[in-house]
């Protein structure tokens, strides 16, 4: 079936870096884009951007630039977010998404949590 | 950039009653591009609804969603125990895809 696996939950510490995977099956994975979401514990949805699947070029919200990088393994049907120069504020639950009609499959989402 | 407000922020209600969430926007968004999601606790969000009016896969038809230009609606006609949860509106396409602040529906 369609499904979108994600990497495991991360503990970090300020300053340190996070690369989460984000593993596709069951369709052909260049042909959607896929996205990234974010959610603060207890917050709602942010939508921080998508990349292009075919070419891997990425776009990146407001606010999500500079320290988010998204690129792809397309050999292996598998997208990633890696963050830089983490900040306490980065704790939360990151989210990939499948771009057909909106975001109709998602991952089920990797925890990180930065703490000293 | 386009900014979604939904209301209200919690929608108290019993199961069986009639749920009407609303989502405008900060300016005009193309129909085929409003979407809606349901979130539950500890889950990842589902997509219910996509061109602001069309069910996604699956979704029961107690689901509706309805609107155009700067107001849109998800309607739940009879709620039911595993319909309570927080629900998001999204605008996507090529000019970002940000999402409304969410609207909880708890039981009352």
């Known amino acids: 079936q369609v499904q979108l696996v994600q990497s495991g939950s991360e503990l970090k510490k300020p300053g340190a870096s996070v690369k989460v995977s984000c593993k596709a099956s069951g369709y052909t994975f260049t042909s959607y884009a896929m996205n990234w979401v974010r959610q603060a514990p207890g917050q709602g949805l942010e939508w921080m951007g998508w990349?292009?699947?075919?070419?891997?070029?990425?776009t990146y919200a407001q606010g999500f630039t500079g320290r988010f990088v998204f690129s792809l393994d397309t050999s292996v049907s598998t997208a990633y977010l890696q963050i830089s120069s983490l900040k306490a504020e980065d704790t939360a639950v990151y989210y990939c998404a499948r771009d057909v009609h909106a975001f109709d499959i998602w991952g089920q989402g990797t925890m990180v949590t930065v703490s000293s | 950039e386009i900014v979604l407000t939904q209301s209200p922020g919690t929608l108290s209600l019993s199961p069986g009653e009639r749920a009407t969430l609303s989502c405008r926007a900060s300016?005009?968004?193309?129909?085929?591009?409003l979407a809606w999601y349901q979130q539950k606790p500890g889950q990842a969000p589902r997509l219910l609804i996509y061109?602001?009016?069309s069910r996604a896969t699956g979704i029961p038809d107690r689901f509706s969603g309805s609107g155009s230009g700067t107001d849109f609606t998800l309607t739940i006609s009879r709620l039911e125990p595993e319909d309570f949860a927080v629900y998001y509106c999204q605008q996507y396409g090529s000019s970002g895809a940000p999402f409304g602040g969410g609207t909880k529906v708890e039981i009352k």
């Open positions: 990349i292009n699947t075919n070419t891997g070029n990425p």
């Open positions: 300016q005009s968004v193309s129909s085929s591009y």
């Open positions: 061109g602001a009016s």
